[in-house]
C-alpha cells in the first residue's frame, strides 16, 4: 500500500513466524477482506493471526465433521467464487484472526453458505435483482448529495453522517 507504516510492533509480534511478517504487507492490500479491530497493524489483530496461524500449522487446526464439510462445499459450490473464498478464508490467519468468532462459524453452516452463495449468484448475475437496484439508489443518493443519515434497523439509533458535497455530473436520483 502506498501509506506507510512502522512495522516494529509486527516485527516484535511475528518474530517466531517470519513468514507471517512477509505476508503482511499482501494482506494489507487486501484490508477490506478483515474485519480486525481498527487498522491492521493493531497489537490485538496481530496477535490474533499469531494464534490462528499456530492453530492452523501446529496445532490441530479445523476438524469438521466429514459429512459436514462435504455439505458445507456442496452449499458453497452453488456459486464457484463463494467456494474459494470460504477455502482462503479458512486457511487464513490473517483473516481469521480479525473476525468474530460467528463469523467464522458461518462457514461451517450449509444453510448460511447455500444462501450466500445463491444471494452472491443473483446480484452478480442479474443487474435487476432487489440488491442490486437498492445499491443503485443509494449510490445515486450519495452522488446527488445533501443531508446524510443512516439509521440501524435493528435498534433504530440514527448517526448523522453530515453534509455530502454533489458529485458533479450526478444523474437523477433513480436513473
Request: aromatic residues 10%.
Amino acid at each position: 500500500m502506498d501509506e506507510e507504516y512502522d512495522l516494529t510492533l509486527a516485527s516484535e509480534i511475528f518474530a517466531e513466524y517470519p513468514e507471517l511478517l512477509e505476508r503482511l504487507d499482501r494482506e494489507r492490500a487486501k484490508s477490506f477482506r478483515i474485519v480486525g479491530p481498527g487498522d491492521v497493524i493493531d497489537p490485538k489483530y496481530l496477535h490474533g493471526v499469531v494464534r490462528e496461524h499456530r492453530w492452523l500449522t501446529e496445532g490441530p487446526g479445523d476438524q469438521p465433521d466429514p459429512d459436514l464439510e462435504r455439505r458445507c462445499r456442496k452449499a458453497a459450490a452453488i456459486w464457484p467464487p463463494v467456494l474459494e473464498q470460504r477455502m482462503d478464508w479458512l486457511h487464513n490467519p490473517f483473516w481469521r484472526g480479525g473476525v468474530r468468532p460467528g463469523r467464522l462459524a458461518e462457514m461451517y453452516d450449509p444453510v448460511y453458505l447455500e444462501r450466500c452463495a445463491r444471494r452472491q449468484r443473483e446480484v452478480a448475475t442479474d443487474p435487476f435483482c432487489e440488491s442490486n437496484l437498492r445499491w443503485k439508489q443509494i449510490i445515486a443518493a450519495l452522488e446527488n448529495g445533501g443531508h446524510m443519515t443512516m439509521t440501524e434497523i435493528a435498534t433504530g439509533e440514527t448517526t448523522d453522517l453530515g453534509y455530502v458535497e454533489p458529485k458533479r455530473g450526478a444523474g437523477a436520483l433513480y436513473n
